[in-house]
Every structure is written in structure tokens, then in C-alpha cells.
């Protein structure tokens, strides 16, 4: 993925073809690594709105933004030299502080589109920790925003349950006691909760690829 170009094209049309383009490509054309995470990426998304709206979010802007914000998390990755982020074996302390990096290089990459604001809290929280241990920042509790702290448990939720290069998938189940044990430590106690509530067939049909929010997502 070519990384745009600082501050963007702010020109009408051709600013809105370029996020288009960039951001939300029809056929990604991705391959191997690449792949995975694209298709991370959007699990992981369906994964956040339904537990969204679950938490009784409908506006459809609010749903959309954290969409987007969810499709573009690890855009930041696009600068992590290759080597490191497809590496077979365990990060050397520097190499996991290049990674570390992510949120805010993606949150500088997206500082240009006005429409992203708040997608952009997504990109930059979402590692973030309720108990505050996460990155970039250390921010805890509801100083973290909402739609960070929602898409943080969606993120881990597909990670646990997909297929690694240095490990397998885990079983739904287990990952839902993982979870469920990571309230008020990792995650919102809240969105847990909501989490929880959820039937297990709910989240394989969202896994699956039922679409749980609008229509293919669009920029204007
Ligand atoms: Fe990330």
C-alpha cells in the first residue's frame, strides 16, 4: 500500500478519489501477508460494529466512523519496514518498538482528511489499555475513546481466533474466556459485558461476513 502523501489532496473530487483509492479500494490486490491483514482488517471491523451497536451506538455517521476507523488501524504499518512486520520468530526490543510506532505514524497519515477525525482516534488509541499499560500513550479508562476501546476487544477477538504465521487459530470459546478474564484490565469492563451478552452463532455470522452496519463504506 503506497502511503499518502502528507496532508493529502485537499482539491474536492480529486481528494475523495485519493481517499477512495487509498483508503478503501474496491480489489485490494493484496497477496500473502498483505492479505491477511486486509482480511484482519475487515473481520475485525464487522467485529466492532456489531458489538457498536450492541452498545446501543446507532448513528449511522458514529457506525461509519468507526468502520473506517476499525478498516484502518494498522495503516500506520504500511511504514514498518517489511522484514520486521513479516518476521518468523520473536521481535528483538527495538524491532518491537519500530511496530510500536504504528498508531501514531497512521494517525499522522490520515491527519490531512478531515472526514477521519474520528476514525483517526481509532488508528491512534487502539492499542491502548484500560488499566493504562497499552501505547502509544498510556491513556486509561474512558479517557480512552469509545470507539478505540470497542474496536480494541474486536481486534483481538479475530487475532485470537485466526490463523498466525507462529501460531494456530484458537477455539471461539477459549478466546471468549480470555476476554472475558481481560475486563477492566485490558479491556472496558462495559464493552465486555455487552460482549458477553452476544451469542457465540452472532459472532461467527458476523465473522463469517454478514454485514452488520450500512452499505460499502463511503467518503465524502
Ligand atoms: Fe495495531
Known amino acids: 500500500m503506497t502511503p499518502p502523501r502528507a496532508g493529502g489532496d485537499r482539491r474536492g473530487s480529486g481528494r475523495r478519489t485519493s481517499m477512495r483509492t487509498t483508503f478503501f479500494p474496491r480489489d485490494p490486490g493484496a497477496a500473502g501477508p498483505d492479505a491477511g491483514l486486509a482480511a484482519h482488517s475487515r473481520t475485525a471491523a464487522r467485529y466492532a460494529v456489531l458489538l ?37 520468530g520473536p521481535l528483538t526490543e527495538f524491532e518491537r518498538d519500530v511496530v510500536r510506532e504504528h498508531p501514531l505514524v497512521g494517525y499522522r497519515m490520515l491527519a490531512g482528511f478531515g472526514g477521519l477525525t474520528r476514525a483517526s482516534e481509532i488508528v491512534l488509541c487502539h492499542h491502548e489499555r ?91
Do not use: C
Not at 63 to 85: F, M, N, Q, T, Y
Not at 172 to 199: H, K, M, N
Open 52 to 88: 457498536a451497536r450492541s452498545l446501543g451506538i446507532d448513528g449511522q455517521r458514529l457506525l461509519r466512523d468507526i468502520e473506517r476507523g476499525a478498516l484502518l488501524h494498522d495503516v500506520g504499518k504500511a511504514a514498518v519496514p517489511r522484514a520486521i512486520l513479516f518476521k518468523n
Open 130 to 220: 484500560w488499566d493504562g499499560r497499552g501505547y502509544p500513550f498510556g491513556l486509561a479508562g474512558e479517557t480512552i475513546p469509545l470507539g478505540a476501546r470497542i474496536f480494541a476487544l474486536a481486534d483481538t477477538l479475530d487475532a485470537m481466533t485466526t490463523d498466525r504465521a507462529y501460531r494456530g487459530a484458537r477455539p471461539f470459546e477459549e478466546a471468549v474466556e480470555e476476554i472475558g478474564g481481560l475486563a477492566g484490565l485490558q479491556f472496558d469492563p462495559t464493552v465486555v459485558g455487552v460482549f458477553l451478552s452476544i451469542p457465540a452463532a452472532v459472532w461467527r455470522w458476523a465473522g463469517a461476513g454478514a454485514r452488520v452496519i450500512l452499505a460499502a463504506p463511503t467518503v465524502h
